[in-house]
């Protein structure tokens, strides 16, 4: 095999692991995004999920629960088990994400969407695209996203403005660069050849649920720096 036979071979490779992944992530801010919107759209569906403290935060540990045990078990799950855990896990989060609905305008929601996606779509490109190594500022990003996570839990006993302030533009700030960090740790897991074996699937889930995580939190962070409440 020639030298420029195996490296079209390899981009072929990267191609379709890449369609894969962000198909994944497509396919659950989908069904995020409807399902909040159908039960902002009904009365009845927001009494039983906002009615009741004991169902709003049940369903948010839920979240948690399924998250934490599909990152720490992907890799002895099969393929189907996985996906199916990733589209509860966006079902979930859309029944608790339809909050956004009863607190800002859908305009507002609208234009961080977009804005989310803009920011998503360059971060996403220079990752899988740049030459350089973000394997340091991914190592930096994962450090301060702990920072970031703990101070937000703080703030919630110091009610502080500013703070708040603060932990949402660091926020915005780390998760721009997760984006591209993530896109880049994508393509060489396409490069490593992962894409070809039985467990492509179960890898490519692993890298939308990544992206995925991103997308929803940047996209939260932005719509506190829009956000024009109802």
């Known amino acids: ?67 934490v045990w599909l990152s720490a078990r992907i890799g002895s799950m099969s393929a189907s088990t996985a996906t199916t855990v990733f589209v509860a896990y966006a079902v979930l989060n859309g029944l608790t994400l339809s909050a956004i609905f009863l607190v800002y305008a859908e305009a507002t929601i609208a234009r961080a969407f977009f804005v989310t996606a803009g920011l998503f779509t360059v971060m996403t490109l220079y990752g899988l695209f740049t030459k350089t190594d973000l394997t340091r500022m991914g190592n930096i990003l994962g450090m301060a996203l702990l920072g970031f996570i703990i101070a937000s839990v703080v703030n919630l006993f110091l009610r502080s403005e500013g703070f708040y302030w603060l932990i949402t533009y660091a926020g915005v700030v780390i998760f721009v660069g997760l984006v591209a960090y993530d896109s880049q740790r994508i393509r060489a897991m396409a490069l490593s050849g992962v894409g070809g074996t039985k467990e492509g699937e179960r890898y490519a889930v692993m890298g939308a649920l990544r992206l995925y995580l991103d997308f929803v939190n940047l996209f939260l962070l932005l719509l506190r720096v829009l956000g024009r409440r109802r």
């Open 1 to 67: 095999m020639t030298d420029a036979l195996r490296v079209e071979r390899a981009e072929v490779q990267v191609r379709e692991f890449v369609q894969r992944v962000y198909g994944w992530m497509a396919a659950a801010l989908a069904v995020t995004g409807f399902v909040a919107l159908a039960v902002s759209r009904s009365e009845a569906l927001q009494q039983i999920i906002f009615g009741s403290p004991l169902v709003f935060f049940g369903l948010i540990i839920g979240q948690l629960v399924l998250v």
